[in-house]
C-alpha cells in the first residue's frame, strides 16, 4: 500500500471516531450502530485491497541460506502452538535456535513439537511455558519462568492475536482487542527486556516482532478511549489494536536507539491468511472454497515473520513496517513521534503497578 492509500484510510479511521462522539442515549446507540457498518466496509476494503495486491504479487519466500544457522541462540514466540506461528516455530528450529512457545494450553504446545519431529524437524531445540495474555498476572509469571531458563533472549516474536470478538473484558478489566493485542505483549516486551539486552551483546542486534495487520491502516488513537468503550465495534477495535502494535513498536525501536540499546523492533503484516481467526467470520466461512485459493498459506505468512526476526538485510534498520518481505510505509500516524511519546507514556502509567522493581 502506497503511504497515500495509508493515509486515505487513516482519514477514514478517524472519520469514524468524530461521527460517533455523542453524550444523548439516542444517539450513542444510532452512531453506535453507524461506527459498527462503516468499520466494518473499512476494514474490509483494506483486506481487499491488500488481498488483491498479494493474490497478483510473488510471494517472497525466506530463504534458509540468507539466514544461516542460529544455534544457541534463543526465540521466544507467543501463540506458536497453531496457525501461522506454528509455521514459525518450525523455521526457527530449522535455523538451530532454542525457542520457547507461550501458549494458553501447554498440552498443544508440546504436542506441536512432536508434530513437528514427527514431520521431520530434526534441529533446534523447544518448550512450552503457559500463557493466558487475558491475563497481565501470566504474562508476568510468564516472563519471570522464562528469565529463570534464559539469561539471554535473542528474537521476541509477539504473535498472539485476536479478531472481531464481541466486547469482553479481561481478568484484568480491559476490553479484549487492546490488552490481549497490544497491551499484553508491550507488557511481556518490557518484563524481558534485559534479556534482550543480553541477546543483543554479540554480533547481532537482539529483535522485537510485531505481527501486526493491514487492518493498521485503518486504525487511530484516542487517548481518552484507549478502552474503546465510546460506540464499541469489534471491527474498528481490531484496526485500532493493530495500529497500537505498529504506534509503539516505532516507539520502541526509536527509545532503545536513544538509549543505546542494541535491540531493534519491527512490525508486519504477515499476509491475508488463512487460520482460525477468520472462524468468527460468517460470510467467509460460507465462502471457504474461495478463500482457500485466494488467502496465503500460515506458511507463506510465517515468511515475513521470519524475515523480520532473522534476515541480515534489516539489521540496522528497525522501527519499520514490512509486508511480503519487504519495507512498506506504515500507516502515516505511526510515524508521528508525539503519538509515540504519548502512547508509550500512557502504556507505562497502566503497567506501573504491574512491573516488578
Not at 504436542?111 to 512450552?128: F, N, S
Not at 504477515?270 to 482457500?292: H, N, S
Not at 515473520?305 to 506504515?330: H, M, R, T, W
Request: hydrophobic letters at 40%.
Amino acid at each position: 500500500m502506497s503511504a497515500t492509500g495509508g493515509n486515505e484510510t487513516s482519514l477514514l479511521s478517524r472519520f469514524i471516531h468524530k461521527m460517533t462522539k455523542t453524550t444523548d442515549e439516542g444517539g450513542y446507540r444510532s452512531s453506535s450502530f453507524l461506527k459498527l457498518i462503516w468499520s466494518w466496509i473499512v476494514v474490509h476494503v483494506i483486506a481487499f485491497k491488500f488481498n488483491t495486491i498479494e493474490f497478483l504479487t510473488r510471494h517472497r519466500e525466506l530463504s534458509p541460506d540468507s539466514v544461516g544457522n542460529r544455534a544457541g541462540d534463543v526465540a521466544v514466540v507467543t501463540g506458536g502452538a497453531r496457525g501461522i506461528g506454528l509455521e514459525v516455530v518450525r523455521k526457527l528450529l530449522k535455523c538451530g535456535m532454542h525457542v520457547i512457545i507461550g501458549c494458553r494450553n501447554v498440552s498443544a504446545g508440546t504436542q506441536l513439537i512432536d508434530r513437528l519431529r514427527a514431520e521431520g524437524t530434526t534441529t533446534g531445540t523447544a518448550e512450552a511455558i503457559a500463557l493466558d495474555l487475558m491475563s497481565l498476572e501470566s504474562v508476568k509469571k510468564f516472563a519471570r519462568e522464562v528469565n529463570s531458563k534464559t539469561d539471554k533472549i535473542n528474537i521476541l516474536i509477539n504473535n498472539a492475536g485476536i479478531m472481531f470478538v464481541p466486547y469482553t473484558e479481561t481478568v484484568d478489566g480491559y476490553e479484549s482487542h487492546f490488552q490481549v493485542n497490544f497491551l499484553s505483549h508491550f507488557f511481556l516486551a518490557r518484563l524481558l527486556h534485559q534479556g534482550l539486552v543480553n541477546g543483543g551483546k554479540g554480533k547481532r542486534n537482539s529483535r522485537i516482532v510485531n505481527v501486526s495487520s493491514c487492518a493498521s491502516f485503518g486504525g487511530h488513537v484516542d487517548f481518552s478511549d484507549l478502552q474503546l468503550k465510546r460506540g464499541y465495534s469489534r471491527f474498528d477495535a481490531y484496526m485500532v489494536t493493530k495500529f497500537l502494535q505498529v504506534l509503539a513498536s516505532n516507539a520502541t525501536d526509536r527509545k532503545h536507539q536513544e538509549e543505546g540499546a542494541p535491540i531493534r523492533s519491527y512490525s508486519l503484516h504477515p499476509g491475508i491468511i488463512q487460520t482460525e481467526l477468520y472462524d468468527g467470520v460468517a460470510w467467509l466461512r460460507m465462502l471457504k472454497f474461495m478463500t482457500v485459493r485466494m488467502f496465503k498459506s500460515p506458511a507463506k505468512g510465517a515468511d515475513t515473520v521470519c524475515y523480520a526476526a532473522l534476515s541480515p538485510d534489516i539489521e540496522n534498520e528497525g522501527g519499520i513496517f514490512l509486508a511480503n518481505s519487504q519495507k512498506i510505509p506504515p500507516n502515516p500516524l505511526a510515524d508521528d513521534v508525539q503519538l509515540q511519546n504519548q502512547l508509550w507514556d500512557i502504556t507505562i502509567d497502566l503497567l506501573e503497578h504491574k512491573v516488578e522493581k
